[in-house]
C-alpha cells in the first residue's frame, strides 16, 4: 500500500512562492489501477514525480507498506519497488535499448527475455535491442520502450505519467490491454478516456488540490462537466 | 611475453596470445615479434626508423595487430610506420599503446603512422591508449592519411585513464569520392592533459568526412579539440566536438571550417557540459545508484 499524508510542494519564481501541490492525502491500496487526471498545471505530474523522489516536499510523508520513504533518494525507491514511466523519454548518447533493459529488469536478458518485455510494447526485441537509445528511434518507439522499461522491473507500484503522450497508433489500442494486465498497484496520470475507464478510482486534481477521489460512475460525468477553463488549465507547473 | 606485457596487450588491442596473420609487436623501442603473411607484408625500413606494411590488392578481410608496449621509465620512442594499402583491399588495421611505467621518470611513445590508400579500398583503423605505473606516461600520436578516389577509412580510436599528456595530431587528404569517419574517445583524470587536432583537407569532389569525439574530462584534467575542416570542392564535412565535464575539469573547442568552394559544404558541431539531470534521473529510477549511474552514462559515451 502507497499513503501520501499531507504532502505540500511549492517552487519559487522570482522571489514568489507558488504551491503546486496542497496538502494532498491519498491512499493507493495495493494491486489497484488508479488514475490521476485533472487539468494542465494541476500538479498531477508533480505528484507521480514526488512519489518517485523526483523533487523535493515542503512538507508531508509519503509510506510504502507502512515504511517511510519520504526521505529516501530516487535509487532507494526504486529498489524499493516503485517504477516510473516518464512523459517524455529520456535518450541517451550511446546507450542500447538491450542494456537498458538489462538494468531495468536487473538481469543479463538474453534475446528472449527482452522479447518478453519488449513484445508486450509490440516491439521485436531482435530490431531493437541493439538499437541506441537515442533520435535515432521514433517518438512513438521510444515511448513505447520507455513503457517497456518501467514494465520490465520488479516493482509493487507501478506509476506511468501521460502514457499516452506521443504514442504511436499501435500503442493507443494495445495501452489498455497493456495496464489491465498488470496485478500490482498501478497509478497511472492521463486525460484520456479509454485509460480513465480502466481505473478502480480516479483521483481529480484541480489547482493542487485533489477535487474528488472516487470510481469511475462517479468522476467521468463530472469530468464533462468540468468547466473548459479549468480543462484549459490553470497558469502553473504540472 | 610477461605478465605486464600481456596485461598491456590486452588492454590496447585485445589479445591474450600472439596473434594469428600479420602483426608486429614492439617492447620498448625493439621488435619482440614479427610476421607476414603471403598478402601483408611487413618490412622494416632501412635506416630503422620503423615499418612498412604493404597489403596486396584484393586482400580482403584480413587484420593486421601492430600494437606497442613500453615497459620501462626513463625512456622515449619514435617509431614512424607507413601503411601501403592496396587497390580494392578491406583490412583491419589494430594500432594502439600500452606504458607500463614503474618508475618515478616519464616514458614516452610518439607513432607517426601514415596511410596510403590505393582507389577503392577500404581501411578499419584502431588505435587504443592506455596507461598505468607511478611514472609520467607520454604518448604523442601522428597520424597522416592519404586517400585516393573511392577509398574509404574508418578511424577508431580511444584514450583512456592512464596517460598524463598527450598530443594528438590527425591530418587527412581526400581524393574524389573518398570518404573518411573518425570516432574518437578520449577520457582524462587527474591533472592528465589531452591537445587533438585535425586537419581534413577534402580536396576531391564529392568527398566526405564525419570527424567525432566524445570527450570525457574528469578531476582537474584538461582537454582541448582543434579541428581544421577545409573544403576545396563539391564536399561535404562534419564534425561533431561533444563533451562531459566532471569536477574542475577544462575541456576547450576549437572549431574552424574552410569552405573555399561554393559548392563545399562544411558543418560543426559542439556541446560541452555537465552530465545531462535527466539521464542520471532516468538510470535512478531504474535502481542504480547517482555513480552508478554516472559510471554508465560514460561509458556508453566513450564506448557505447
Redesign the interface.
Known amino acids: 500500500m502507497l499513503k501520501i499524508e499531507n504532502l505540500s510542494c511549492s517552487v519559487f519564481e522570482n522571489g514568489r512562492e507558488i504551491e503546486i501541490l496542497k496538502d494532498i492525502n491519498l491512499t493507493f491500496q495495493d494491486k489497484k489501477l488508479y488514475v490521476i487526471t485533472g487539468p494542465n498545471g494541476s500538479g498531477k505530474s508533480t505528484l507521480v514525480k514526488l512519489i ?1 523522489g ?1 523533487g523535493s516536499l515542503k512538507q508531508g510523508k509519503i509510506f510504502l507498506d507502512d515504511k517511510d520513504i519520504s526521505n529516501y ?3 532507494s525507491r ?2 524499493e519497488g516503485i ?2 514511466a ?1 512523459q517524455k523519454p ?1 535518450t ?5 535499448v538491450g ?2 533493459l538489462d ?2 529488469s ?1 538481469k543479463n536478458n538474453t534475446i528472449s527475455n527482452s522479447c518478453e518485455y519488449l513484445s508486450k510494447v509490440g516491439l521485436c526485441a531482435r530490431n531493437y535491442k541493439d538499437r ?1 537509445m537515442d533520435e535515432s528511434l521514433s517518438g512513438g518507439e521510444l515511448k513505447r520502450i520507455e513503457l517497456a ?1 518501467a514494465l520490465s ?1 520488479p516493482a509493487k507500484v507501478y506509476i506511468f505519467d501521460e502514457p499516452e503522450a506521443g504514442i504511436d497508433l499501435w500503442s493507443f489500442d494495445k495501452l489498455s490491454s497493456l495496464f489491465s494486465g498488470i496485478k500490482e498497484t498501478t497509478i497511472i496520470v492521463s486525460h484520456q478516456k479509454e485509460i480513465l475507464k480502466l481505473a478502480d478510482e480516479i483521483i481529480l486534481l484541480s489547482n493542487g488540490k485533489v477535487e474528488k477521489v472516487g470510481k469511475g460512475s462517479e468522476i467521468l460525468p463530472l469530468l464533462e462537466n468540468f468547466s473548459c477553463k479549468k480543462l484549459r488549465g490553470e497558469n502553473g507547473q504540472d | 611475453m610477461d605478465k605486464i606485457d600481456k596485461i598491456l596487450l590486452q588492454q590496447i588491442a585485445d589479445l591474450h596470445k600472439i596473434p594469428s596473420g600479420a602483426f608486429n609487436i614492439r617492447k620498448n623501442g625493439q621488435v619482440l615479434s614479427r610476421n607476414s603473411t603471403k598478402e601483408i607484408e611487413i618490412i622494416p625500413k632501412k635506416d630503422g626508423s620503423g615499418i612498412n606494411i604493404k597489403i596486396a590488392p584484393n586482400t580482403k578481410n584480413k587484420s593486421v595487430h601492430i600494437p606497442v608496449i613500453v615497459t620501462i621509465g626513463n625512456f622515449s620512442d619514435t617509431v614512424c610506420n607507413d601503411f601501403y594499402i592496396g587497390e580494392n583491399s578491406d583490412v583491419t588495421i589494430i594500432a594502439g599503446c600500452g606504458i607500463d611505467n614503474p618508475t618515478c621518470n616519464s616514458s614516452q611513445h610518439s607513432g607517426i603512422h601514415s596511410f596510403y590508400l590505393k582507389p577503392n579500398s577500404h581501411v578499419r583503423y584502431v588505435e587504443k591508449h592506455y596507461g598505468q605505473g607511478e611514472g609520467k606516461k607520454i604518448l604523442n600520436p601522428v597520424t597522416n592519411l592519404f586517400l585516393d578516389e573511392n577509398s574509404f577509412m574508418e578511424m577508431e580510436t580511444l584514450q583512456i585513464e592512464g596517460v598524463d599528456s598527450s598530443i594528438r595530431n590527425t591530418n587527412a587528404k581526400l581524393k574524389q569520392n573518398a570518404k573518411l569517419i573518425v570516432k574518437e574517445n578520449l577520457l582524462t583524470a587527474k591533472d592528465q592533459k589531452v591537445k587533438t587536432n585535425f586537419k581534413i583537407t577534402l580536396a576531391g569532389k564529392n568527398s566526405s568526412a564525419d570527424i567525432v569525439s566524445h570527450s570525457v574530462a574528469k578531476d582537474s584534467s584538461s582537454q582541448k579539440f582543434v579541428s581544421n575542416m577545409i573544403g576545396k570542392t563539391e564536399c561535404f564535412g562534419h564534425v561533431e566536438c561533444d563533451g562531459i565535464l566532471l569536477d574542475d575539469a577544462k575541456i576547450i573547442s576549437v572549431p574552424r571550417i574552410s569552405a573555399l568552394s561554393k559548392d563545399s559544404s562544411l558543418v560543426h558541431e559542439a556541446a560541452i557540459g555537465k552530465i545531462a539531470g535527466d539521464e542520471l534521473i532516468k538510470l535512478m529510477t531504474l535502481g542504480l545508484s547517482e555513480e552508478d549511474a554516472e559510471k554508465t552514462i560514460i561509458e556508453g559515451f566513450l564506448m557505447g
Open positions: 518517485m523526483i533518494s530516487i535509487d526504486a529498489r517504477s516510473f516518464f529520456v541517451f548518447k550511446g546507450i542500447k542494456k537498458l538494468i531495468a536487473e541506441y522499461m522491473r
